[in-house]
């Protein structure tokens, strides 16, 4: 049975959009990768610049995707067919998309595997008062385990598919509206947490302290992937996300609240971070070392650390699991509106294919250390490296390019204008037209050179 438009779902009220779109965004991108690059390139200036790519690449494709979704209430690939049915080759940012949604999915439940992993050791009080050294091996001795991973990516997974599988309004914009809030209530105790803590000023210092000499043509770069990243674009979450939206809905006002407590919840996650880690002394470190390893040694020494590291983990998990089940509705999205099938079995489906092929990124750091794919590359960063590397970008470039040139007449107008003010619509056009293509045309080159093929 495909489901007609009138049984398709809606999102129930515009807050659940938008706490189910910020859900996507707000991921491990906002807590263990922002605050890092903003300190290590320079801090304020980096900041700065980044500001600018969000509001000048990010917001308008974020709203371009939206716009998408919307218009023609489909599946990221259901949504170009139903646009260019005369021209196919049009359906290939929706391919693309969907590919990059499954790819990611699979191994960003590894990583979430890893977080509740780390949610057991802190409620069973493992990091307190413990050997730092001891600590710091707990990251080595959990990627050695395949088996305790994998454990935990099924764990994970199973939450998605439970969310998922009760619907747009009761699963995902109900698990929203409850986990979102949570989320945001634990990270303001962090974030007063670290501003009260004795590293606060020089935390402060790494994250915002303008230094242009660090600011590089590489740092830009930097920003302007992350700006893409960050909010989920090019992984047909916001065009499946945006597809539930109501007609009256103000597009624009919707897009840019997302954008916005994204943008705020990276910029408390250093805040978070730093003080308490320069407070003891320690160096940030980037990526998983920073949140495995300094962070729990960090939780192991400062008073109140014990409960602290409980929320800190809980706050990654939950930021992981509203993304993953945006990548999950992205590829149910598509089974049900194209291939008529029912929520249930889409749902079941997607999640064991994204579970099994998540093996052997569990696997990557220990049974499979030695299988080697792209250029050297571990299974999971193999996936990884085509995902963030060549499908999100080559995605959101010809999404940006579709909508800006060849999405004719003056539908995307209306929608966009539905209760926005007179100057969006030109100032818009203009960014999508020029500015955001080039702007990921350049990273796209750049990404495919750091890829060394
Ligand atoms: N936007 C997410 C983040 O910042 C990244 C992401 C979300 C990746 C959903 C994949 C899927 O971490
Ligand atoms: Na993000």
Not at 145 to 172: N, P
Not at 295 to 314: D, K, R
């Amino acid at each position: 049975m495909a489901s007609t438009p009138a049984q398709r779902p809606q999102w129930g009220t515009r807050i659940g959009f938008v706490l189910a779109a910020a859900g996507s965004a707000v991921g491990l991108g906002n807590i263990w990768k922002f605050p890092y690059i903003a300190g290590q390139n320079g801090g304020g200036a980096f900041v700065l610049v980044y500001l600018v790519c969000i509001v000048l690449v990010g917001l308008p494709i974020m709203l371009a995707e939206l716009m998408v979704g919307r218009h023609t209430k489909k599946d990221a690939i259901g949504a170009f067919i139903a646009l260019e049915h005369k021209r196919s080759w049009w359906q290939t940012p929706g391919w693309i998309s969907v590919s990059a949604a499954f790819i990611i999915s699979s191994y960003y439940s590894v990583v979430a595997g890893w977080t509740l992993d780390y949610v057991y050791r802190a409620l069973m009080g493992r990091f307190a008062g413990t050997d730092p050294a001891v600590v710091e091996g707990m990251f080595g001795t959990l990627i050695a385990d395949g088996s305790r991973q994998m454990v935990w990516h099924f764990v994970f997974m199973a939450l998605c598919l439970a969310i998922v599988i009760s619907g747009v309004q009761k699963g995902i914009e109900r698990w929203s509206k409850i986990l979102m809030p949570i989320l945001f209530l634990l990270l303001t105790l962090l974030f007063v947490n670290g501003m009260i803590s004795p590293g606060a000023r020089q935390g402060l210092e790494f994250m915002f302290s303008p230094d242009f000499n660090k600011l590089t043509p590489g740092s830009v770069l930097e920003a302007l992937g992350h700006s893409f990243f960050t909010l989920s674009l090019g992984m047909a979450a916001m065009i499946t996300y945006g597809s539930y939206l109501k007609r009256e809905e103000d597009l624009f006002a919707a897009g840019l609240r997302v954008v916005i407590l994204d943008t705020v919840i990276a910029l408390m996650a250093g805040l978070a971070i730093f003080p308490i880690v320069f407070a003891v002394g320690m160096a940030p470190a980037a990526g998983p070392g920073l949140i495995f390893k300094t962070i729990p040694v960090v939780f192991s020494q400062i008073p109140g650390g014990a409960i602290l590291a409980v929320f800190f983990f809980l706050l990654l998990s939950f930021a992981a699991l509203t993304s993953n089940i945006s990548l999950l509705e992205a590829q149910v999205a598509y089974l049900i509106d194209e291939r008529g099938w029912g929520r249930k079995t889409a749902t079941c489906t997607i999640a064991a294919l994204a579970f099994t092929v998540g093996i052997p990124t569990a696997l990557s750091y220990n049974v499979m250390a030695d299988w080697t794919f792209i250029g050297n590359r571990s299974f999971f960063d193999s996936a990884d490296l085509i995902a963030s590397n060549y499908l999100l970008p080559i995605a959101g470039l010809l999404i940006a390019i579709y909508v800006g040139w060849f999405w004719g007449g003056d539908e995307e107008k209306e929608e966009l204008m539905a209760g926005g003010a007179g100057w969006v619509y030109p100032v818009w056009h203009v960014l999508i037209r020029f500015v955001s293509p080039l702007a990921v045309a350049i990273v796209l080159y750049y990404k495919i050179d750091e890829a060394g093929l």
